[in-house]
């Protein structure tokens, strides 16, 4: 071999070497960020949610009375004095965040007589209460999720299903609280 050759395979091989240690430091580096930012990552549990009925009443506004249901001792749904407001503007993970907390505190509520809960809205009945708000329901049913219906508002201040089918929407119950916020002002 000549020199120059020799000289060729020299360079080639410091070349190598040089790019072998990049890499290798490179890999290193990555490796050692990403375990620094899955260290940092938060990861957000939410609570299932494994029962509850409640309505979100939106004016035009958009403002939200949140109003939780149970059964009363005869089988039939009232509505309780766990009443939550949230006012106009707010984020769709505030609104799955009162949802989700609400929904999950039915457990522990008990129904209330329309007067008082009348007096908590702040409005002389129902029909008052009612007039010109939207409403979703919303309520967990036991091996399917949480289930979610628009309904729209009938002569007497009472609210149907708007769809014949009983299942609008049906999501996880351990949906984040943002995508249930998002999902319920989607089909509002």
Excluded at 9 to 30: A, E, G, H, P
Excluded at 75 to 98: C, D, H, V, W
Aim: with cysteine; aromatic share 12%; net charge positive.
């Amino acid at each position: 071999m000549d020199l120059k050759n020799i000289i060729y395979l020299v360079l080639i091989i410091i070349i190598s070497i040089i790019c072998t240690y990049l890499l290798f430091y490179y890999k290193k580096i990555n490796i050692f960020y990403f375990k620094i930012r899955e260290k940092n990552k938060e990861e957000i549990i939410y609570e299932e949610i494994h029962c509850g009925n409640v309505s979100a009443f939106f004016d035009n506004k958009l403002n939200v009375y949140i109003i939780s249901y149970v059964k009363d001792l005869e089988g039939i749904g009232r509505a309780t004095n766990n009443i939550q407001f949230l006012m106009s503007p707010y984020k769709e993970e505030k609104l799955g965040e009162i949802i989700r907390t609400s929904m999950n505190n039915c457990k522990s509520s008990f129904p209330c007589n329309n007067k008082e809960i009348m007096h908590k809205l702040g409005f002389e009945n129902w029909e008052d209460f009612s007039k010109g708000k939207k409403n979703i329901s919303i309520h967990y049913l036991s091996g399917i999720g949480i289930v979610l219906n628009s309904t729209i508002r009938n002569e007497g201040g009472e609210y149907i299903f708007k769809h014949i089918k009983a299942q609008e929407k049906i999501v996880s119950k351990n949906i984040s609280n943002k995508e249930l916020g998002e999902i319920i002002l989607e089909i509002l």
